[in-house]
């Protein structure tokens, strides 16, 4: 049976699991409430990661194109 400690490294991990790890960690999420807590927190910090860096990335591209308008806009004005 896998540790805590070792829990807690592959949640914080990308590594790919076998089958046989796979089960492991299941069970042990199912048994151990300190480890299933854990990663129902580390689940919600990569939701609110995501969704804090596609507001950024939004406001972003709207500021980049409302500068566009605005210079082609001048650029229209000042031609006439």
């Known amino acids: 049976m896998l540790s805590c400690k070792e829990i807690a490294r592959i949640l914080s991990s990308n590594e790919e699991l076998s089958l046989i790890k796979r089960t492991e960690l299941r069970m042990h999420l199912l048994m151990c409430k300190h480890c299933s807590n854990y990663n129902k927190q580390l689940n919600l910090m990569k939701e609110a990661y995501k ?12 500021k980049v194109a409302k500068l566009e308008n605005d210079i082609i806009k001048k650029h229209v004005n000042s031609s006439k």
Do not use: D, H, Q
């Open 51 to 62: 969704n804090l860096f596609k507001k950024k990335s939004t406001i972003e591209k709207e």
